[in-house]
Nanobody, 115 residues
Framework: QLQLVESGGGLVQDGGSLRLSCAAS????????MGWYRQAPGKQREWVAS???????NYADYAKGRFTISRDNAKITVYLQMNRPKADEAADYYC?????????WGQGTQDTVSS
C-alpha cells in the first residue's frame, strides 16, 4: 500500500506563486508516473501535469509556461510550482501516483487565489 501526503496549499495572491508537494511512503517500489490533478467546486477533476520516472513532463495547455512539475526520486516526492495562478484556478489539487497497474490519490490540498 502506498500513502500520499500533500502539502503547500493555501491562499496565494493573484500573480503570486505557490508550490505544492506530495510525498509518498509505504510500499514505494515500482512507482512510475506522478502527477497532479485539480477539481474546482462544481466541476470535474482535470489533469494538470505529469512526470515520468526519468523526468519527462507533460502539461495541460493551460498550465504550459506557468506551472512546473518536478520530482525527487530519492525522496519519492512530486512538486508542482504554480506561477501566476488565476482566480478561476482556485481548486483542490490532488497528486496522483501510478505504481504498476495501481493508481493512488492524495487527499487533496486546497488552493485559493485572491485578487
Amino acid at each position: 500500500q502506498l500513502q500520499l501526503v500533500e502539502s503547500g496549499g493555501g491562499l496565494v495572491q493573484d500573480g503570486g506563486s505557490l508550490r505544492l508537494s506530495c510525498a509518498a511512503s509505504g510500499r514505494i517500489s515500482a512507482i512510475n508516473a506522478m502527477g497532479w490533478y485539480r477539481q474546482a467546486p462544481g466541476k470535474q477533476r482535470e489533469w494538470v501535469a505529469s512526470i515520468t520516472r526519468d523526468g519527462s513532463t507533460n502539461y495541460a495547455d493551460y498550465a504550459k509556461g506557468r506551472f512546473t512539475i518536478s520530482r525527487d526520486n530519492a525522496k519519492i516526492t512530486v512538486y508542482l510550482q504554480m506561477n501566476r495562478p488565476k482566480a478561476d484556478e482556485a481548486a483542490d489539487y490532488y497528486c496522483n501516483v501510478r505504481q504498476l497497474s495501481l493508481t493512488y490519490w492524495g487527499q487533496g490540498t486546497q488552493d485559493t487565489v485572491s485578487s
